[in-house]
């Protein structure tokens, strides 16, 4: 991502922002509410249209320009998304849940195999396959909407704000199957989080975003963790 | 496949007894009748398409009906077309209507989209009632056809419209249980987690209104033949916007079955108050019905029948 510039109508919400996410790595989006990390990741996924600046995706050599695709090409291109809120189908089964997931043609061959996996992965969900996904706790609803995204088969998996309504003890366990999940199916992961702490366990590195501006890259979690910003906004020094 | 060839199989028997019905040669009412009861089949389930797998309100449904009516009058009055034809030229044109409707209303959601296809049918009906061609707002008379190919024209439109359920009944069976049907559940449910996920939503929303469109036109195009008096008043009637929506909803929105329950429940009782009370208690009993149906079983019989099983 270069350069990029969004936001909603009248409303610009990022100032040319420019981020890098390698293969393999997991980097974190670190910033407080609206300081525009979920528009950075609709950016990615196709849902919000950047005025200026380039989105792309490079893999072996060649490279798709995203700002031209929409989101169901996007997420045939490998990145799934775990939206902010979860936003689950709450009147839908989990395992209806599920097989939205899989929507993408691609993925339809491999759609049992990765039902088996989303479900050993969260044994709790196996038992709870034909109950409705809005009747669930909050901590199962994430894990499920996790679930949901690793239907696609993605190589990318975008995460927003997975800590939104957990209790601590929930955001440690979402955080830890992020991270399970990221090296089991070597998945190159991009987090937006405003829980320094928890983000900062699983990362390599980091950005941090303040008012629609990158204002600091950390290239390891321990220059995050000593960046005066950080203290500033997280530590209340 | 092979639930497919048992579907097929189903149809083709209860368009032969449609036909067996046919020759019975009993009372002709009761094919008047049969055929309302049927035509309501294909709207409810055309409706159940877009408003109940989708969950897009479709409040405009007498323009759809409408539409295919007044092409089946337009292609008799101009080169006196035969049935086969109007029905799919009916079909394709409210298609086509379906399709516009879905691009104009990209971005309206939920009780936005259903004031718009409010205003859609009274804006045709206007048109309509200014179109001298077709009679305008003083209508006109149709002459059917002589000699259908057998019994007399209303038992053949009876046998007609039986076929035409059988086919709605299939397409709407074959949707819900497609990727198409998942895809449109989650629209209803949550649009902008559909799209977070990759679904199609836009080219589902148009499918589900074309699709639901052409059948609509394809339940009115043997309108003018039935009635053999076309008028706005009656081809844009309330009733079709009622019923369209009160019937899946009172059989159940999310299968194909609960439609059929809901036309051929509500459209008997409506049959039944005509002859034995008067035609007024036709809305009266549809409403009273959907009020309890909504305050009482907000998931219709299905849903009440799941509901005693214990599910």
């Given at each position: 991502?270069?350069?990029?510039d969004?936001?909603?109508?009248?409303?610009?919400?990022?100032?040319?922002?420019?981020?890098?996410v390698?293969?393999?790595?997991?980097?974190?989006?670190?910033?407080t509410?609206?300081?525009?990390?979920?528009t950075?990741?609709?950016?990615?996924?196709?849902?919000?249209?950047?005025?200026?600046?380039?989105?792309?995706?490079e893999?072996?050599?060649?490279?798709?320009d995203?700002?031209?695709?929409s989101?169901?090409?996007?997420?045939?291109?490998?990145i799934?998304?775990?939206?902010e809120?979860?936003?689950?189908?709450?009147k839908?089964?989990v395992?209806?849940?599920?097989l939205l997931?899989?929507?993408?043609k691609?993925?339809?061959a491999?759609?049992?195999?990765?039902?088996?996996?989303?479900?050993?992965?969260?044994?709790v969900?196996?038992?709870r396959?034909?109950?409705?996904?809005g009747?669930?706790?909050?901590?199962?609803?994430?894990?499920?909407?996790?679930?949901?995204?690793?239907?696609?088969?993605?190589?990318i998996?975008?995460?927003?704000?997975?800590?939104?309504?957990?209790?601590?003890?929930?955001?440690?366990?979402?955080?830890?199957?992020?991270?399970?999940?990221k090296?089991?199916?070597?998945?190159?992961?991009?987090?937006?989080e405003?829980?320094f702490?928890q983000?900062?366990?699983?990362?390599?590195?980091?950005y941090?975003?303040?008012h629609?501006?990158?204002?600091?890259?950390?290239?390891?979690?321990?220059?995050l963790?000593?960046?005066?910003?950080?203290k500033?906004?997280?530590?209340?020094v | 496949?092979?639930?497919?060839a048992?579907?097929l199989?189903?149809?083709?028997?209860?368009?032969?007894a449609?036909?067996a019905?046919?020759?019975?040669?009993?009372?002709p009412?009761l094919?008047?009748?049969g055929?309302?009861?049927?035509q309501?089949?294909?709207?409810?389930?055309?409706?159940?398409i877009?408003?109940?797998?989708?969950?897009?309100?479709?409040?405009?449904?007498?323009?759809?009906f409408?539409?295919?009516?007044?092409?089946a009058?337009?292609?008799?009055q101009?080169i006196?077309?035969?049935?086969?034809?109007?029905?799919?030229a009916?079909?394709l044109?409210?298609?086509?209507l379906?399709?516009?409707?879905?691009?104009?209303?990209?971005?309206?959601?939920?009780v936005f989209?259903?004031?718009?296809?409010?205003?859609?049918?009274?804006?045709?009906?206007t048109?309509?009632?200014?179109?001298?061609?077709?009679?305008?707002?003083?209508g006109?008379s149709v002459?059917?056809?002589?000699?259908?190919?057998f019994?007399n024209?209303?038992v053949?439109?009876?046998?007609?419209m039986?076929?035409?359920?059988?086919?709605?009944?299939?397409?709407?069976?074959?949707?819900?249980r497609s990727?198409?049907?998942r895809?449109?559940?989650?629209l209803?449910?949550?649009?902008?987690a559909a799209?977070?996920?990759?679904?199609?939503?836009?080219?589902?929303?148009?499918?589900?209104?074309?699709?639901?469109?052409?059948?609509?036109?394809?339940?009115?195009a043997?309108?003018?033949?039935?009635?053999?008096f076309?008028e706005?008043?009656?081809?844009?009637?309330?009733?079709y916007?009622?019923?369209?929506?009160?019937m899946?909803?009172?059989?159940?929105?999310?299968?194909?079955i609960?439609?059929?329950i809901?036309?051929v429940?509500?459209?008997?009782?409506?049959q039944?108050?005509?002859?034995?009370i008067?035609?007024?208690?036709?809305?009266?009993?549809v409403?009273?019905?959907?009020?309890?149906?909504?305050?009482?079983a907000?998931?219709?019989?299905?849903?009440?029948?799941?509901?005693l099983?214990?599910?």
């Amino acid at each position: 991502m270069r350069d990029v510039d969004a936001g909603y109508g009248a409303v610009r919400v990022l100032h040319g922002v420019s981020i890098e996410v390698r293969e393999g790595e997991t980097v974190a989006l670190l910033g407080t509410n609206g300081n525009g990390k979920s528009t950075l990741i609709k950016c990615i996924m196709g849902m919000v249209a950047p005025e200026s600046g380039e989105v792309f995706l490079e893999t072996d050599g060649t490279r798709v320009d995203l700002t031209r695709k929409s989101t169901e090409e996007i997420v045939s291109l490998g990145i799934a998304l775990v939206p902010e809120g979860r936003r689950l189908f709450p009147k839908l089964t989990v395992e209806e849940n599920l097989l939205l997931g899989a929507y993408r043609k691609g993925a339809r061959a491999d759609i049992e195999r990765n039902l088996e996996f989303a479900l050993d992965t969260f044994p709790v969900l196996r038992g709870r396959r034909g109950q409705l996904a809005g009747s669930m706790s909050g901590g199962e609803q994430q894990m499920l909407a996790i679930a949901r995204a690793l239907m696609s088969s993605p190589r990318i998996l975008l995460v927003d704000e997975p800590s939104v309504g957990l209790a601590p003890i929930l955001v440690s366990r979402v955080i830890g199957k992020i991270k399970e999940l990221k090296e089991q199916r070597q998945l190159t992961v991009l987090m937006a989080e405003q829980n320094f702490n928890q983000a900062t366990k699983i990362a390599d590195r980091g950005y941090i975003i303040v008012h629609g501006k990158i204002e600091f890259e950390g290239r390891s979690t321990q220059e995050l963790r000593e960046n005066e910003l950080v203290k500033k906004y997280y530590l209340g020094v | 496949m092979r639930h497919t060839a048992g579907t097929l199989l189903v149809g083709l028997a209860v368009v032969a007894a449609g036909i067996a019905v046919a020759m019975l040669r009993v009372n002709p009412y009761l094919y008047f009748a049969g055929y309302v009861i049927l035509q309501y089949v294909v709207i409810a389930t055309a409706w159940n398409i877009l408003g109940g797998y989708g969950g897009y309100v479709n409040f405009g449904t007498p323009a759809f009906f409408a539409l295919g009516a007044y092409t089946a009058v337009v292609l008799i009055q101009w080169i006196r077309a035969p049935l086969p034809v109007l029905l799919l030229a009916g079909g394709l044109v409210s298609a086509l209507l379906g399709l516009g409707i879905g691009y104009l209303t990209l971005r309206l959601r939920g009780v936005f989209f259903s004031i718009a296809t409010l205003a859609l049918s009274i804006v045709l009906q206007t048109m309509i009632m200014n179109w001298d061609y077709v009679g305008g707002s003083r209508g006109l008379s149709v002459l059917r056809p002589s000699g259908p190919p057998f019994g007399n024209y209303v038992v053949f439109l009876f046998t007609v419209m039986v076929a035409l359920a059988v086919g709605a009944v299939t397409v709407a069976r074959f949707i819900e249980r497609s990727w198409i049907g998942r895809g449109l559940s989650a629209l209803r449910d949550n649009e902008e987690a559909a799209e977070c996920m990759g679904v199609p939503t836009l080219r589902l929303k148009l499918f589900a209104t074309t699709v639901s469109g052409f059948l609509l036109g394809v339940a009115g195009a043997p309108f003018p033949y039935y009635v053999t008096f076309v008028e706005p008043n009656s081809a844009f009637a309330i009733d079709y916007a009622v019923n369209a929506l009160a019937m899946p909803m009172i059989g159940g929105t999310t299968s194909w079955i609960g439609p059929v329950i809901g036309a051929v429940l509500l459209g008997s009782a409506q049959q039944l108050a005509t002859v034995t009370i008067s035609s007024e208690m036709n809305l009266f009993i549809v409403g009273v019905v959907l009020v309890a149906f909504v305050v009482l079983a907000p998931e219709g019989i299905l849903g009440l029948v799941r509901r005693l099983r214990g599910r």
